[in-house]
T-cell receptor, first 117, second 110 residues
Framework: GAVVSQHPSWVICKSGTSVKIECRSLDFQATTMFWYRQFPKQSLMLMATSNEGSKATYEQGVEKDKFLINHASLTLSTLTVTSAHPEDSSFYIC?????????????FGQGTRLTVV | GEDVEQSLFLSVREGDSSVINCTYTDSSSTYLYWYKQEPGAGLQLLTYIFSNMDMKQDQRLTVLLNKKDKHLSLRIADTQTGDSAIYFCAESMSGNKLVFGAGTILRVKS
């Protein structure tokens, strides 16, 4: 099946710094990538949808200047958490759909656990 | 608005069947999904069902869909300790977005 690789798996950063999370589709062209956030013992909440080569569409309540999403190629999307604060600590997961993958399936990365201290 | 609800916790004995239930609100959803999440890991797609189907069976997994009641269930036959995880149901929205339930923690006792 299609593979989505997310990096890093976990990261600890200081308050005020920025952190970049990468999401790569390894064997298909990801025309659309989704970024989700998961708080402990809660479900995944969609943060934004990005289509290759265009600006991301953010869900209501998600600050686009704080969570910068870039989807410059068909195999890579990045999420940058800028000026991170402890309340940004969470589990971030990307998923991708696109050409070469079944239309019915969104493939998920392994997730990145961000801890801001 | 979109809303997906699940029971939060289920405990079964090894070898028994597990049934995880889910209700959703958007009748226009084309596909409904079941995902499995093990601790600290991403989501793994277990199975999905097209909205015009009533049932889908895939080895130990059986999905039942009652579109009239907007009710989805996942039955795991002969539950094993390796099935212990969080199970999420999700409905597809326009643009391939998924709306997830809060997840059901399945604990399998040996």
């Amino acid at each position: 099946g299609a593979v989505v690789s997310q990096h890093p798996s976990w990261v600890i950063c200081k308050s005020g710094t920025s952190v970049k999370i990468e999401c790569r589709s390894l064997d298909f062209q990801a025309t659309t990538m989704f970024w989700y956030r998961q708080f402990p013992k809660q479900s995944l909440m969609l943060m934004a949808t990005s289509n290759e080569g265009s600006k991301a569409t953010y869900e209501q309540g998600v600050e686009k200047d704080k969570f910068l999403i870039n989807h410059a190629s068909l195999t890579l999307s990045t999420l940058t958490v800028t000026s991170a604060h402890p309340e940004d600590s969470s589990f971030y997961i990307c998923s991708a759909t696109g050409r070469g993958a079944r239309d019915t399936e969104a493939f998920f990365g392994q997730g990145t656990r961000l801890t801001v201290v | 608005g979109e809303d997906v609800e699940q029971s939060l916790f289920l405990s079964v004995r090894e070898g028994d069947s597990s049934v995880i239930n889910c209700t959703y609100t958007d009748s226009s959803s084309t596909y409904l999904y079941w995902y499995k999440q093990e601790p600290g890991a991403g989501l793994q797609l277990l199975t999905y069902i097209f909205s015009n189907m009533d049932m889908k069976q895939d080895q130990r997994l059986t999905v039942l869909l009652n579109k009239k009641d907007k009710h989805l269930s996942l039955r795991i036959a002969d539950t094993q300790t390796g099935d212990s995880a969080i199970y999420f149901c999700a409905e597809s929205m326009s643009g391939n977005k998924l709306v997830f339930g809060a997840g059901t923690i399945l604990r399998v006792k040996s």
